[in-house]
């Protein structure tokens, strides 16, 4: 099993930004906590960040044929970006939708999602332990 990890916008400045609501884990850390849980389950791994929208269109469209699944944090482009929804929709990649915050009981517009209706699943206010639950999520899927 491969797992395409991405991340959207400001999620390379984990433990910078906002720490009292993101947590001091830095990006680096982050994706070294992901491939070191990937390794443990015996599953290939590629962790993907850009802070631009249409570079996260590109590796979903990338990712078909490639990986069997797709986890996601969009960052804000969550609330606001239809054209990653359907990138999502076009692969028909089993993907899972990660936040670290819990997006529903912040500020109002953060509780709309785009994305969602492209995900099976939507974790949130897990803090980074999100991404690993979004891969149990991943290869429970693959089994069934």
Request: with cysteine; charged share 25%; hydrophobic share 40%.
């Amino acid at each position: 099993m491969n797992i395409l990890v991405i991340n959207g916008p400001n999620l390379n400045m984990l433990g910078i930004r906002e720490p009292d609501i993101y947590g001091k884990e830095t990006y680096n850390s982050l994706v070294e906590k992901i491939e070191n849980y990937a390794n443990e389950k015996n599953i290939g791994i590629k962790c993907y960040q850009s802070n631009h929208e249409g570079d996260l269109v590109d590796v979903i469209q990338f990712a078909y044929g490639l990986y069997d699944g797709i986890v996601i944090n969009p960052g804000a482009y969550t609330h606001t970006s239809i054209a990653i929804l359907d990138a999502l929709k076009a692969v028909s990649i089993p993907a899972v939708e990660v936040h670290i915050s819990d997006v529903d009981s912040r500020e109002e517009f953060r509780k709309i999602s785009y994305v969602r209706q492209a995900c099976f699943e939507t974790i949130s206010g897990k803090g980074t332990d999100g991404y690993l639950l979004a891969i149990d999520a991943l290869i429970k899927k693959a089994t069934e």
